[in-house]
């Protein structure tokens, strides 16, 4: 029988070591949440599916707690996308012990277009299965529903990373927000968010994080 081989990381510092080391801190003005816990981070990566071979996009990475369990499910190509220049040092670290290419990108995912981001021989008809392509984030609250509207705009337009088919996302939200977006009909909290997401996309509730 086979086995599935990850990728390994040099020993690093931790996220709680590098959050001390930098004098890291979550901003409030920006919504900004750290995720600690390694069980929690390799969770949200398992709920995006196989993306061992595929590319990965990560919103938001942070000091790369989330970008770590990306890397040890082997992608074959991971790129990050970072407003916040606090973070340099870590990622770029991060990228150079990375055993796979990472990427890292300064600049407001808001305003960033992925249309050619991702390798051409991975795009998919929109009739045909997703294409190996995977964007995964641990959002700021601040700007999660916004940019969750402009990229159903994309994909009602087949635009942006949506240019390379049914691109499949998974990512964090503030809980109420989770729950309206998978609000069925009839439920109190059935909304105009919940129609949106729906009528764009497969929405899936995957998990609740503890406080």
């Known amino acids: 029988m086979s086995k599935l081989v990850h990728a390994r990381l040099p020993p690093l510092p931790t996220i709680r070591d590098i959050i001390r080391l930098y004098k890291l801190r979550a901003m409030r003005d920006l919504s900004q949440n750290f995720l600690l816990e390694t069980k929690i981070t390799d969770r949200i990566v398992a ?34 996308i970072e407003k916040d220049k606090r973070f340099e040092a870590p990622l770029e670290m991060l990228s150079e012990a990375s055993p796979c290419p990472l990427d890292i990108i300064y600049g407001d995912v808001m305003n960033f277009k992925m249309d050619k981001m991702f390798s051409e021989d991975r795009k998919r008809e929109w009739s045909e299965k997703p294409p190996d392509i995977h964007l995964i984030g641990n959002l700021p609250f601040n700007v999660a529903t916004h940019l969750i509207i402009r990229w159903l705009n994309s994909i009602a ?33 059935r909304c105009r968010l919940s129609v949106m997401c729906q009528n764009w996309c497969h929405v899936k509730h995957s998990f609740t994080i503890p406080g």
């Open 157 to 189: 337009e087949r635009t942006n990373a949506w240019r390379y088919g049914r691109v499949q996302m998974t990512l964090t939200f503030q809980k109420e927000v989770a729950e309206r977006m998978v609000a069925a009909i009839g439920s109190p909290q």
């Open 47 to 80: 709920a995006a599916g196989k993306i061992k071979d595929g590319e990965v996009c990560e919103v938001g990475p942070g000091p790369g707690s989330i970008t770590r369990s990306i890397i040890r499910k082997s992608p074959a190509r991971i790129v990050v």
